[in-house]
């Protein structure tokens, strides 16, 4: 988690309240139209209600990208050399977040009344964690009933009345927020050149002239080498 809030905070507050939404949504379609129990350990948890969440996660994700992907504060990398983190809204952002023009198919065109909408890469990005979290998340909480049934308990601690504890709140949490969106972001977005230069860019100037000053060394020590070399 603490990885994932260093390359922007986006990338820890979207999953963990797409499975917050996810959550609540399961349980208000469950309790309205739900009929068909997931499994026999929690017959409370439905099939109509998994389904529910399921979309009111991808359609937040989408809103959620499409809206805070505009805001540096949420997109830019946290500045993890400072005592307290700060986030540094002058940095430089990857392309991911950049707007363009995408023309809509002509269905949408008649339901819009516009050719086309500003869209970036991130709008995508929102749409697959949103999935990710509306087929996966549940699982957290499957286990987590798993294991209290097992242990004969109701819910894991009483901290907050007629919710249970800490991890009764966060059991969907750790999967996403945590495996999902390292793996995720390591694999689709990390790019170890541009991580480098971007993490360099957004250092104090302070910092950014000692480097200059090590690489102007560096390079001028190499090349008086490779002089005598020759």
């Given at each position: 988690?603490?990885?994932?809030?260093?390359q922007?905070?986006i990338?820890?507050v979207?999953?963990?309240?797409?499975?917050?939404i996810?959550?609540?949504?399961?349980?208000?379609v469950g309790?309205?139209?739900g009929r068909?129990a997931?499994y026999?350990?929690?017959?409370k948890?439905?099939?109509?209600?998994?389904?529910g969440g399921?979309?009111a996660s991808?359609?937040?994700g989408?809103?959620m990208?499409y809206?805070?992907?505009k805001?540096?504060?949420?997109?830019?990398?946290?500045n993890?050399?400072?005592?307290?983190?700060?986030?540094?809204t002058s940095?430089?952002?990857?392309n991911?977040?950049d707007?363009?023009n995408?023309?809509?198919?002509?269905f949408?065109q008649t339901?819009?009344?516009?050719?086309s909408?500003?869209?970036?890469?991130?709008?995508?990005h929102g749409?697959?964690?949103?999935?990710?979290?509306?087929?996966?998340?549940?699982?957290?909480?499957f286990?987590?009933s798993?294991l209290?049934r097992?242990l004969r308990?109701?819910?894991?601690?009483?901290?907050?009345?007629g919710?249970?504890g800490?991890?009764?709140?966060?059991?969907?949490?750790f999967?996403?927020?945590?495996v999902?969106m390292?793996?995720?972001?390591?694999?689709?977005?990390s790019?170890?050149?541009?991580?480098?230069r971007?993490?360099?860019?957004?250092?104090?100037?302070?910092?950014?002239?000692?480097?200059?000053n090590?690489?102007k060394?560096?390079?001028?020590?190499?090349?008086?080498?490779?002089?005598?070399?020759i």
């Amino acid at each position: 988690m603490v990885h994932n809030v260093f390359q922007g905070i986006i990338w820890f507050v979207m999953p963990a309240t797409l499975v917050t939404i996810n959550d609540i949504c399961a349980y208000f379609v469950g309790r309205c139209v739900g009929r068909t129990a997931v499994y026999q350990l929690s017959p409370k948890k439905t099939v109509e209600g998994f389904v529910g969440g399921a979309i009111a996660s991808v359609v937040s994700g989408v809103v959620m990208a499409y809206i805070v992907g505009k805001y540096p504060y949420f997109i830019c990398p946290v500045n993890e050399n400072q005592l307290v983190l700060e986030v540094n809204t002058s940095c430089q952002l990857s392309n991911i977040y950049d707007y363009n023009n995408v023309i809509l198919p002509p269905f949408l065109q008649t339901l819009s009344g516009s050719q086309s909408i500003q869209l970036s890469v991130f709008v995508l990005h929102g749409f697959i964690i949103g999935l990710v979290c509306g087929i996966f998340a549940p699982l957290g909480g499957f286990f987590a009933s798993a294991l209290k049934r097992a242990l004969r308990t109701k819910d894991f601690a009483e901290i907050l009345p007629g919710h249970g504890g800490f991890l009764d709140r966060c059991d969907c949490m750790f999967l996403i927020c945590g495996v999902f969106m390292y793996v995720y972001y390591s694999t689709f977005l990390s790019n170890g050149n541009d991580e480098l230069r971007r993490q360099l860019f957004n250092q104090p100037m302070e910092t950014k002239l000692s480097i200059f000053n090590e690489l102007k060394q560096h390079i001028s020590d190499a090349a008086i080498i490779m002089h005598k070399n020759i």
